[in-house]
C-alpha cells in the first residue's frame, strides 16, 4: 500500500502564511508593548490596574447594594423588615415594572464608571459591570425569558456609535442562561436629555417615545422580559418601556440597571 503524499503547496501560498502568520505576531508584540508602555488606569483615580478597570481603593468605594432592601424597587433598608415589606416609594407610586434590582448606588466612582462607559468609550468596562449586575439581579434572572436593553434613537446612536444599555445587557448575557433580544423595543420617537429635569417632565419627556414593532410582538407575548439600563434616577424611562412591553403583552417586566440613585435611607412600611 503506497504511502499518503500531502498535497504541495505552492510558494505563493507558503508565502501567505508566513505572512499572516508574522503580522499575528507583530500584532501581539505591539499590543505588549503598548501595555507596558501605556498601562490601563483606573477609570476613576488614574493610578495603573490590571484588569477590571477599577483599583481596589477605588473599588472599596463603590455602595454595593445588598440585602435588605426592597423587594420591589431594590431600594436598601437601614435594617431588615422581614420578608415582603415594601418601601414607601413601592406603596406609594408603583411602576408599572414588577422589580427593580441595582448593583450599586449611584455615587461619584459608580457615576465616573458609568459616564465613561457612556461617553468616553470605555466599553472595556460592560463586562467588569455587567458581572456585578449578575450578582445583584440573580432573582430576576432566575424566571427570565429574555433581556432588553433600553434602546437609544437612531439619530443618538449614530453619534455615539453604541448603546451603553446593550453593551451591560451583553455582558449579562455572557455569565447568565438569559439571551439578549437587542431590536424588540425601539425609541420612535427622539427625547431631551433627561438630566436636569423634574420627575414630573421626566415622565412627560419619554411618554409615548417607545414601542415594539407589530411584527416583533409574537417574541415577547407571554414572556417575562428584563429591561436593562446603566442607571435608574427617576425611573420615568423604564417604567415608559415596560408600558410598551406589557402592551405588547410581555407577561411580566423587571429592570436591572447599574447604579440606582438612593437619595436617603429607607425605612419600610
Known sequence: ?????????????????????????????????????????????????????????????????????????????????????????????????????????????????VHALKYQDRTDLAPTMGRWMVRAGRELLAGADMLIPV???????????????????????RHSAVQLQGDVLVRVRATAQQVGLSRAQRASNVQGAFKVPPDRQPEVRGRRVILVDDVLTSGATLDACARALLRARAAQVDVMVFARVVDTPKTPI
Request: charged letters at 20%; a positive charge; glycine letters at 4%.
Open 1 to 113: 500500500m503506497e504511502a499518503e503524499i500531502a498535497p504541495s503547496r505552492s510558494p505563493l501560498t507558503v508565502f501567505r502564511h508566513a505572512l499572516g502568520a508574522g503580522h499575528r505576531a507583530w500584532k501581539t508584540a505591539a499590543q505588549l508593548a503598548l501595555d507596558i508602555a501605556l498601562p490601563t488606569l483606573c477609570v476613576a483615580c488614574r493610578e495603573p490596574v490590571s484588569g477590571d478597570g477599577v483599583c481596589a481603593a477605588c473599588w472599596a468605594k463603590l455602595s454595593f447594594i445588598e440585602q435588605p432592601c426592597c423587594p420591589r424597587l431594590g431600594i436598601p433598608f437601614v435594617y431588615d423588615p422581614g420578608p415582603d415589606m415594601l418601601s414607601m416609594e413601592a406603596i406609594a407610586s408603583p411602576p408599572a415594572y414588577q422589580r427593580a434590582r441595582a448593583a450599586v448606588r449611584y455615587d461619584d466612582v459608580a457615576r465616573t464608571l
Open 151 to 173: 434602546p437609544l434613537h437612531w439619530r443618538r446612536a449614530w453619534q455615539r456609535r453604541y448603546n451603553q444599555s446593550a453593551a451591560l445587557a451583553r455582558a449579562i448575557e
